[in-house]
């Protein structure tokens, strides 16, 4: 009896007869890529596949990768196994990965969300058989805004810290998260600053065609005073540190918000202490993912990362076959990432360092 | 419900005193006086008597949101609050309405009248109407349990501010025994009549802890008074009218629980107000905590319970005297109008006045507090001789140096995720002392790590679990955490056979291998010392 198309290792999930990893979290010689965030494209592997649009972040931050680069929807034969990427809506150039065999297909979703967001090609449900799917918001209890709304009531802050004479500080992840926000938000309020690592991967992103408006890049030289009622982008890990006291204007303290998934949750907005929460994420939402594996027809799910004990009982319930895998993935992390750079200073942290950091 | 909503949401959306005082402020003087006193309410605690168990609320919430109730209660412990989980999970209003916080608290109340069937209609009713912010005050009105992240003090300035009332008055006006019933903003608030409420406490005066020594206050040794810390149960007893009363801290009458201390009346005059705390007490000592825990809790009390552990009022101060306030004299008065009242009560009752512990200067005080815990007593209180009686938490005339926790080093074994405030982290673990070969499991804690600790404690459990047992997981056991608790007592209920009172870590004892944690027998002979 032939083996499963996919199996799961210790070091990812393997394709036994194509001979590939996709997504390793250790080292092997072939890994497929669903993504540039740093719990899904690591260090130390053989060769990569991603696709064109994923390929510029993993450079700048993998460094000199041996990366080939597919286009969505174009197929591969890789072991006598057909591969090919498709839009997963959670960052640009972010994909699912399907994996077919004699008729056989089974799709890794990697991360994913089912709302357009202005920026990442549109989410597309692939018809599969078996569906490798996150599930980093699977509770009824997170249920997403129209990006629209969200973007409306940040406007609303920044336009009234900025009547306030405040800076407006907004803690967004530097990869995917920050740029969702620059191009949603309504440039006409002010300027818009961003730190380091955030700009480094605007920079990345904009090379690659991507249209976000104009930022101003803070180094240590930048005279915040300069820049009254900003929009100030920062990785999360910079919000309350004395990099984010600099931006004090005539009307005190900045005021800072964060963008979130997790803000959804009262308890958790108050543990970081942000004066605003955004419910924003680039993950799919309890609805996002129930019709998301509805539309893949799939009979057999596996749960990667996030509620997966829970959501696999509701979907075993509804009749798919399901089961939990454990992953070395990480969903939206919202602490992960302050232990490292929480360094003060006003040295921005280095944009590889970040972009590992902004899961 | 949309302005006291929006109030809601401006409180919650800073963590800045300011802003909540000037959105609080702004409430005071805009909402209808109804909603006004009713807010007091809320934010001095007191609230609508539940209408509908908690256990229907989420029955009917996980039908209407077309989920399996098992769902719902995996999800409330992650969101860590019902009121908040029923708001995220039901679908979307239909239709608006907006109705006043006092007419929604009306609804509320009058489902207590009604069969359930019923109380299941006007319950989804409410919420198809509501939406999400406006759906969590309601659940929360219905659940109670309401802070909205303001203490009274803050509420309390706001409302000076709005009422150009000076805030020790409002504080004072705001105690006792009234609900929007039985007052309305005027007589509550702006025109007060002091003969309606013969029960009225006055506010109580919070000491702060002194963390750095006596040497760290000012003036020499003289200018203060020493007292010990005893564990009981601060009281404001009451004489008035011929009656009497006692509240607790928390603004609880608790007259009944303690009905020995109705023979005081028979000695000191009415008018009379004194502050103090209740203990559990034989042979003239006090008995252990857990002696007047049985009587906590219980609203009225068997006979045997009377014998086995009966209390007294150990008075440390007099707030009122022949019907005068007399809390802006010095201490020192105040403490001498006391010892002369308490001269008139006769030894068998149930009255003495918390001794003085006599020093001539820090270092023989400090030996006093060294001797603590062989007293049954906490630590020692330090009071300055000519300062008045304030109300709450206030810096400076009133000091509880505290002795120091019992420690003891422990391995953590199992780790649980928090909720709430840390619902992506875990917080709540489990930790055991060796018994020869074995981990024996003794307390959890919860508290004590900062979130940066707490943030790579989460990150090593996730790699270093052994197994799962539903949300708790057992963990290799590697690190030792240093437990500091408040005091130890036998326990036939634990496998140790001891249980702690207040355990938290201290610690993170990162350079100490799980080998060399303390052990069983270590434990036990603190409980033979201390329990
Ligand atoms: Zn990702
Ligand atoms: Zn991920």
Known sequence: MAEPLLTFTDRGIYCPDGDFHIDPWRPVDRALITHGHADHARDGMGRYLATEGAAPVMRHRLGDIRLDTVRYGETRTVGGVEVSFHPAGHVPGSAQI?????GEVWVVSGDYKVEADGLSTPFEPVRCHAFVTECTFGLPVFAWRPQADVAAEIDAWWRGNAAAGRASILGAYALGKAQRLLAAVDCGIGPILTHGAVENTNAVLRAQGLMLPDTVRVTPETDTKAHPGALVVAPPSALGTPWARRFAGPGGAPSTGFASGWMALRGVRRRRGADRGFVLSDHADWAGLNAAIAETGAERIFVTHGYTAIFRRWLAELGYDAAVVETAYEGESLDADADESDQGGQNAPSPREDLEKGL | ???????????????????????????????????????????????????????????????????????????????????ETIALILPPPERREDRSLTAWIGEIRALSALPPEDRRARILAAWDVLDRTERFVFNKLITGGFRMGVSQKLMTRALSRATDIPEPDLAHRLMGDWSPDTVSFETLIRAPDPTVDLSKPYPFYLAYQLDDGPESLDGPPAGWAAERKWDGIRGQLILRGGTHFLWSRGEELMTDRFPELARI??????????????????????????ALQKRIGRKTVPKKLLTDAPVILYAYDLLEWAGEDRRALPFVERRALLEAAAAEVPPDAPLRVSPLVPFDDWPALAAERARS???????????RWDSPYRDGRKRGDWWKWKVDPLTVDAV??????????????????????????????????????????????????????LERFGPVRSVKPEHVFEIAFEGIQ??????????????????WRRDKPAREANTLADLQAMLAAYG
């Open chain 2, 1 to 83: 419900m949309k302005r006291f909503a929006a109030l809601f949401t401006a409180l919650d959306q800073t963590t800045k005193i300011n802003p909540k005082v000037a959105a609080l402020a702004d409430y005071f003087a805009e909402a209808p006086e109804d909603d006004r006193l009713w807010t007091v309410a809320l934010l001095s605690g007191r609230r609508p008597k539940r209408t509908v168990t908690t256990t229907l609320l989420r029955e009917w919430a996980a039908a209407r949101a077309g989920l399996p109730l098992w769902l719902f209660e995996e999800c409330y412990p992650i969101v860590g609050d019902l009121a």
């Open chain 1, 98 to 102: 399907r994996v077919a065999r004699r």
């Open chain 2, 412 to 465: 953590m074994i199992y780790a649980q995720q928090g909720h709430g405030r840390r619902a992506n982290l875990f917080t709540d673990f489990t930790f055991a002392v060796w018994d020869g070969n074995q981990l024996v499991p003794f307390t959890k804690a919860y508290s004590g790590l900062t979130d940066a600790e707490f943030r790579q404690i989460t990150a090593w459990v996730r790699k270093n679990t």
């Open chain 2, 265 to 290: 009346a028979d000695y000191l005059p009415p008018g009379t107000v004194l502050d103090g705390e209740v203990l559990a007490w034989r042979d003239d000592a006090p008995l252990p905590f857990n």
């Open chain 2, 373 to 383: 815990r062989d007293l049954s007593a906490e630590g020692i209180m330090l009071k």
């Open chain 2, 490 to 507: 036998a326990s036939a209920r634990h496998k140790s056979g001891l249980a702690l009172r207040f355990p938290r870590m201290a610690r």
